[in-house]
């Protein structure tokens, strides 16, 4: 007869002690014999769920990758801003990070293996450590650009090409009656403005960190830390 998890309900091998899906310990019974009942067979070692996650190695392993990972995505964030390029391609820097944090955490966890979701709650809050890291390191090389290193003329003149140019042609393919554009133009080429908008592009590429880092853990739950039975 086909043994199934109680939990999952995917088959579970004879004499497995681990539901190779989502990591619920099953119990082994014995039939009797004899004149007595053998005792059921009992793991030693403390299990594990999982789909839950221990947070404090998994903050520890998070952080000597995401603290990193976010100091070189705001290295290229800058990068870009003052060579007029995109760093979206470095966001999948993150991504890998957080699978890579998956596969470090999983190494000494009793089962040696977690679910997609958890991995996806590690690679979150990988997202959220790298993302700020990404803010703070890069609002200090835009002040050291500007203020030390000479860069605020090349800036303003940047913010104000994509502001005379981009963004008053978007505006208009969007609708937008020439007064308001002219208003929005006005706005935008103040100093309040330009740290207004700066502040939502570096929110929206933590937004997308959160989304890849998120996406990374469970990829690397997925492949990186595929079920398997533990040895006995």
């Known amino acids: 007869m086909e043994v199934t998890c109680t939990r999952c309900h995917q088959a579970v091998d004879e004499g497995a002690t681990f539901c190779p899906m989502c ?26 769920d999982a789909a839950s996650v221990a947070w404090k190695p998994a903050m520890k392993t998070a952080a000597m990758l995401a603290i990193p990972a976010g100091i070189v995505f705001a290295v290229v964030f800058v990068y870009s801003v003052l060579h007029e390029s995109g760093p979206l391609g470095v966001m999948f820097l993150i991504g890998a990070a957080a699978a890579w944090v998956v596969a470090l ?6 089962p040696a293996w977690i679910t997609i979701g958890a991995g996806a709650r590690i690679g979150l809050v990988t997202g959220i450590m790298s993302s700020w890291t990404a803010v703070a390191f890069s609002g200090l090389l835009l002040f050291g650009a500007r203020y030390w ?27 937008v009656d020439t007064q308001t554009a002219a208003f929005l133009k006005a706005k935008m080429l103040t100093p309040e403005g330009q740290a207004e908008a700066f502040l939502s592009m570096t929110s929206e590429f933590a937004t997308g960190l959160l989304l890849f880092a998120a996406a990374g853990g469970a990829l690397g739950a997925r492949f990186l830390a595929r079920p398997r039975t533990p040895e006995a």
């Open 149 to 175: 290193f000479g860069y605020g003329p090349f800036i303003d003149n940047f913010w104000h090409s994509m502001v005379t140019k981009q963004m008053v042609d978007v505006w208009t393919s969007f609708g």
């Open 23 to 48: 990591g619920l310990p099953q119990l082994l019974y014995q039939a009797e014999t004899g004149a007595g009942a053998a005792q059921p067979e009992r793991r030693q070692e403390p299990v594990r």
């Open 105 to 110: 955490y999983v190494r000494n966890q009793k």
